[in-house]
C-alpha cells in the first residue's frame, strides 16, 4: 500500500509524519528528495538556464536561496519551478518505494507530500490522509514559529490550496488543534480505520 499525506501549513503533517516512521511505516518525505534533485548536475543546468547563472555557486552548485528569491517571486516563477522539480521527485519516490515494496510488501509506504494534489500525486497513492487544524489554531502556530502578525499568516494561508478541498479529496482526516497525545489518538483512529492498526503500539486505541 503506498498512503498519501498532505496537510496545509502549520497543521501538524510532519509531526504526523514522524509518528508513522515511528510505528514502522516506510516513509519518504518529498521536502528531501527535493533538496537530492537540486544537488543533481543536470537539475542545476536546467533551473540555471530558467532563472539565470546567478543562482549557481562558483563550483555550479544551486544556491538554495538565490533560487527561492527568482522561483517564488510569482506563480509563474514558481510553476516553472515546479516543473522541473516534480517530475524528478515523483520519479524517485517511486523508485525507492517500488523497491522497497518488492522486499517487505506487507509494509505500508508513507508519500509525505505538502503538495500531493498540486502535483498529481495523490493519482499515484491507494489511499490519502489529510492533517488539518483550525484556521485560528494555525494562524497562532505560524504567528509564534515565525514571529509574523495575524494578517501575514492569513496571506500565506491564502497562498495554498482551500484545506476544505484537500479534505473533500482525501480518504481519512488526522485532526490536529489539541495535544500532542490527542494527535497520537487521532492517528491511531485513522491507522485503525485504514486497516493499518496492526502498525499501532500495544494499548495505543
Do not use: W
Request: aromatic share 6%; net charge negative; glycine share 6%.
Amino acid at each position: 500500500m503506498i498512503l498519501g499525506l498532505t496537510g496545509s501549513m502549520a497543521s501538524g503533517k510532519s509531526t504526523v509524519s514522524a509518528m508513522l516512521k515511528e510505528y514502522g511505516l516506510y516513509v519518504l518525505d518529498a521536502d528531501e528528495e527535493a533538496h537530492a534533485v537540486l544537488e543533481l548536475p543536470a537539475a542545476a543546468s536546467e533551473l540555471s538556464a530558467l532563472f539565470g547563472e546567478d543562482i549557481l555557486d562558483e563550483g555550479g552548485a544551486v544556491v538554495r536561496a538565490r533560487l527561492a528569491e527568482k522561483a517564488f517571486a510569482s506563480a509563474e516563477e514558481t510553476a516553472k519551478l515546479n516543473a522541473v522539480i516534480h517530475p524528478a521527485v515523483i520519479r524517485a519516490m517511486l523508485e525507492k518505494a517500488e523497491e522497497f515494496l518488492l522486499e517487505y510488501p506487507e509494509i505500508p509506504v508513507v508519500f509525505d507530500v505538502p503538495l500531493l494534489f498540486e502535483s498529481g500525486m495523490d493519482r499515484l497513492c491507494d489511499r490519502v490522509v489529510t492533517v488539518a487544524a483550525d484556521d485560528e489554531v494555525r494562524y497562532l502556530r505560524i504567528m509564534l514559529r515565525d514571529g509574523l502578525t495575524r494578517e501575514q499568516a492569513s496571506r500565506r494561508i491564502a497562498r495554498q490550496t482551500p484545506q476544505e478541498e484537500k479534505i473533500a479529496r482525501s480518504d481519512a482526516v488526522v485532526f490536529n488543534n489539541d495535544t500532542l497525545t490527542e494527535l497520537r489518538a487521532e492517528v491511531g483512529r485513522v491507522l485503525s480505520e485504514l486497516g493499518l492498526g496492526a502498525f499501532l503500539p500495544e494499548g495505543a486505541v
